[in-house]
């Protein structure tokens, strides 16, 4: 199984990004997906998810961004569209998929979203 992640950058405060995440190597049309993320000196945080149809996100940045999944032959896209971004959203940003809510066993490597104020 892999995950490749790809989409962040810079970019100015009020701005935005859209993450893509590409999981191959199995099938994971009803896996859990999330997106979480590291800012330095700070522990991984949840950022947003879906499990069974439901969406899930951490209340800093509900309204502001939008998870999402595209089920296609042979390989399985994450999305994270992230608009109104603030200085406060820069963190290394990880995909990852699971057998269930809170089961993620899969990561990919992370990618770098930096937000200038």
């Known amino acids: 199984v892999q995950l490749q992640a790809s989409g962040g950058g810079l970019v100015q405060a009020g701005g935005s990004l859209r993450l893509s995440c590409a999981a191959s190597g199995g099938t994971f049309n009803s896996s859990a997906i999330g997106w979480f993320r590291q800012a330095p000196g700070k522990e991984r945080e949840f950022v947003a998810g879906i499990w069974r149809s439901a969406t899930y996100y951490q209340d800093s940045v509900k309204g502001r961004f939008t998870i999402s999944r595209d089920n296609a032959k042979n390989t399985t896209r994450l999305f994270l569209q992230m608009n109104s971004l603030k200085p406060e959203d820069t963190a290394v940003y990880y995909c990852?998929?699971?057998?269930?809510?809170?089961?993620?066993?899969?990561w990919g490597q992370g990618t770098q979203v930096t937000v200038s104020s």
């Open positions: 990852a998929v699971g057998r269930g809510w809170g089961l993620f066993d899969y």
